[in-house]
């Protein structure tokens, strides 16, 4: 239960409300243009989580539809395609997860011909985690129609270094070693390069260096660019396959907007808002010019939610304590230095995790995205992974 608290005229507090507070804006679609255009429009529930999204390309229309438990976690997704007359389904996603509210598999089915979804599901992808909470492996599992039965399809592991993803290796059916991806990152602990080796004989000490993506970032923490490479026989890599460019509306705060979270998309969309996307990619490798080949544009609409409770906050001035999130850390600003007790609180008021700040870091990569509290040197500060 939430406790309600009442607001002294001469305090500084602010309402951080279960439900969001009015005004906010709301990503209402991205449209793709140049090569493969699309367009997706968005839709909310009362309490910000997305209800379903629509989205047509060249190849027609579908959608999604979206369903949650109370902790707020998609628990199914429904999906339809555009037949000319009505959206007709054909496939169906279904989520579970762990006591500790961790993603424990995630299934889906296709449907038949007539409409009808098959008793068996058609793949699972299975995960467990370490005693941090970090992803540890990830298991792909596909129904066999001809045997009726379940084979390994592949499989991957995650290995972890001061809470960041560290390495990432990923292995086929047959157990053998496909590729391996190698993760680092800059000092504020954003991710700089994301080098993928491939193997000649299934083992790593054959392995070779096939690409490399590299991201840069402005002082605000927002990505500035990535830029993809293709190594060469010699070790090296070519000029970039694709650059992306990024350009932001810094008028506009992250918590003055409510986005959507699909968990079938992987992109982090902290790094998009108020955004335009541009990529440029070689058009051909005698020419070896890059062309511009896609461009994203992010509009947005105001809805005006009203909240059902509300906890109070109190807000700390540009020289107080401040959380900067990146990946999965939360950097606490001002508290470098400070060993302190925290708390870390969702919006109902549910403790979701406590102890003693180390360096101004707190490692957050297993919790779902939305807001958060943390009480931390006698200052409550909200903040959004």
Known sequence: MVKRTFLAAASLMAFVAAFAQENKQMLSSIEEKNIGDYYIEYTYNEDETLKSLECTDTYGTSMKEFKYNDAGQVTEI??????????????????SYNDQG????????????????????DAQIAYTYDSDGNVATKVTDLYIANIDDYALMDSTTYTYSNGRLGRMDCYRGDGSLNSYYIYAYDARGNLETETNYNTVDGTASTAQRYSRREYAYDRSGNLKTLIYYLATSMGGFNMPQDSTEYFYDETVGIDEIV????????????????SKMEGYSIYSLEEMDMKLSLTQLYEYNYEDFHASSVVDTEMSPASEPRVFVSGGTAYVLGMEDKDADYVLYDLSGRVMMSGTLAYGTLDIYWLNDGYYVLSVGGKSIKFRK
């Open 78 to 95: 429904n999906l339809y395609a555009w037949n000319f007359f009505e959206f007709v389904q054909y496939a169906y996603v279904q989520y």
């Open 102 to 121: 961790l993603l424990e598999w995630r299934r889906n089915w296709n449907f038949n011909d007539y409409g009808q979804m098959p008793e068996n599901y």
């Open 259 to 274: 986005y959507a979270v699909d968990p079938e998309e992987t992109k982090d969309f902290d790094q998009y808002l108020k």
